[in-house]
């Protein structure tokens, strides 16, 4: 019989309050997003759903070790999920692992973000200048510490990757948001590259933070460099 953990950790209201925010007060499954406001009427928030369990029972014990009891508890731990699939999530946990689990969290967060926390803009000047120094900076750091042509030096590699990692992929994921935000200030030809550059944060993303090599390694689009740039009118009108 599975060990009964000795004390099950409640979540704390900020936690709860934390939750409901990131959530947006929709179920965090990408596939049902069911508006959860109607719960607010009766005491609980949606369902709050542990990713790895309070508990040494129920589904996905068998990575409770995994965690202490106060990390259980955390707001990083759970999920808010309507009760339809919370029953599905949890009769199903091969169906629905812990890697699931915390993409759906993960793609919540993003969603959140782009919706609310990204700026829009009247013009592409101030869109460009929002960008700028983001390009700037990637810029300086592929200069000083970009793979090179005909070399290999492991200092300069190591330090590249902890770049890429502190420095480019943030960047670039701040930069790729504010533009899909604001794409209607694009012209054609820059919306073919901001889909490149999409590519290329992509793959990026994948080999650095994800450890996948397999992805191919589309190039940083050089058109990027002047996106946003021109006053835009005579290029969209003439093509
Ligand atoms: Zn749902």
């Not at 202490?68 to 599905?88: G, K, Q, W």
């Not at 990027?224 to 740039?229: A, D, F, H, P, Y």
Request: charged share 25%.
């Amino acid at each position: 019989m599975a060990r009964k953990s000795a004390r099950r950790v409640e979540l704390s209201q900020p936690a709860k309050d934390r939750l409901w925010s990131e959530s947006g007060g929709h179920c965090q499954n990408p596939e049902c997003r069911a508006d959860l406001h109607g719960f607010l009427k009766r005491k609980h928030i949606g369902e709050l759903a542990h990713i790895i369990p309070a508990s040494f029972e129920g589904p996905r014990a068998d990575e409770a070790m995994e965690l202490s009891e106060d990390e259980r508890a955390m707001p990083e731990n759970v999920l808010v999920l309507c009760p339809t699939c919370h029953t599905v999530i949890d009769k199903a946990p091969s169906e629905y692992p812990t890697s699931v689990l915390r993409t759906w969290k993960t793609r919540s967060q993003e969603a959140r973000t782009t919706a609310h926390g990204t700026p829009v803009f009247h013009s592409r000047f101030e869109a460009r200048q929002f960008i700028e120094g983001l390009l700037d900076a990637n810029r300086a750091v592929f200069n000083l510490y970009g793979p090179l042509d005909n070399a290999y030096d492991s200092t300069r590699a190591e330090q590249w990757r902890r770049h890429v990692n502190g420095t480019i992929i943030p960047n670039n994921r701040v930069i790729l948001r504010v533009l899909q935000a604001n794409r209607r200030l694009l012209t054609d030809a820059e919306k073919m590259t901001l889909g490149i550059f999409a590519v290329h944060v992509r793959e990026l993303t994948e080999r650095h933070l994800e450890g996948n090599w397999t992805p191919g390694s589309t190039k940083f689009p050089s058109a990027m460099e002047s996106i946003l740039k021109e006053d835009g009118w005579e290029s969209s009108a003439g093509s």
